[in-house]
C-alpha cells in the first residue's frame, strides 16, 4: 500500500453513524451498512476501513493493522494501547457518571455505606475516581445493564456513560456526580504517522474542518 493510501479503523455501535457521515464530509465514501463485513473499501477504490468494535479499534491502531481510527473518549481511558490522540472530533458527546438509586440519596448529600459496591464496565476510571477522594470501595465489572446493579441489590451504585439519562430515569436512578465528558477522538499509529504524515495530516484536516 503507498504512502497516500489508508487504513481506517471505525468503531461499530453508537459511534458509527456520526462516524461515517463525518468521513463522507471529509470525503471519503463509507457504506451507510456494512452488514457482517469487517473489512470494506471505501467508494473511492483506496482508502480500506475496519469495522471494529470500539474497545477494538486502539487495538488495530497500535499493532499497526490500521494506520489511524476513530475511538470515543471513554473507550482511551480504559485501555492501555499506545497511540497518539491528535484531535477531538466533537460529536458522539456523553458523561461518564456516577449514578444510584433515588431513593438512596446520595446525589443530596446522604454517605455511602462504609463497604461501597460499585458496578461497572469502565472498572480504570471508576477507580481513579473513587481513590482520589478517598472512598474504599469494591468494583463489581459487568459488561451490560450496569443498571440494574444497583437495583437488584449487587451494588449501591454505578459509574456509566450517559448521554440522554432516559435509561436511568426509567429505573428511578439519578446521577450523583459527573466524573468526565467523551467525544470521538482522531488517532494514529505513532510510526505510520510518520510514514504517510502528508495522507493522514490531510485527513486530519479534512475531518477538523468538516
Not at 46 to 58: A, K, N
Not at 133 to 157: F, K, N
Amino acid at each position: 500500500m503507498s504512502a497516500s493510501q489508508l487504513v481506517i479503523a471505525l468503531p461499530k455501535g453508537a459511534l458509527y453513524d456520526e462516524t461515517a457521515e463525518r468521513l463522507r464530509r471529509a470525503g471519503i465514501g463509507v457504506p451507510a451498512d456494512v452488514g457482517r463485513m469487517l473489512k470494506v473499501t471505501a467508494d473511492d477504490g483506496r482508502t480500506q476501513l475496519l469495522v471494529l468494535r470500539s474497545s477494538d479499534v486502539p487495538a488495530y491502531v497500535e499493532f499497526g493493522a490500521a494506520d489511524c481510527g476513530i475511538v470515543g473518549k471513554d473507550t482511551l481511558w480504559e485501555t492501555d494501547r499506545s497511540v497518539s490522540e491528535l484531535a477531538d472530533l466533537g460529536f458522539g458527546e456523553c458523561r461518564l457518571v456516577v449514578a444510584a438509586r433515588r431513593s438512596d440519596g446520595y446525589h443530596e448529600g446522604a454517605r455511602y455505606p462504609t463497604f461501597l459496591r460499585v458496578a461497572t464496565k469502565f472498572t480504570r476510571s471508576a477507580q481513579a475516581y473513587f481513590a482520589e477522594r478517598d472512598v474504599p470501595c469494591e468494583i463489581i465489572a459487568l459488561h451490560g445493564s450496569v443498571e440494574l446493579a444497583p437495583i437488584a441489590g449487587i451494588a449501591d451504585a454505578i459509574v456509566d456513560l450517559v448521554a440522554t439519562g432516559n435509561t436511568l430515569k426509567a429505573h428511578d436512578m439519578v446521577v450523583v456526580d459527573e466524573i468526565a465528558r467523551s467525544t470521538a477522538r482522531f488517532v494514529v499509529n505513532p510510526v505510520r504517522f510518520r510514514a504517510k504524515y502528508e495522507a493522514l495530516t490531510a485527513l486530519l484536516d479534512r475531518l477538523t474542518g468538516a
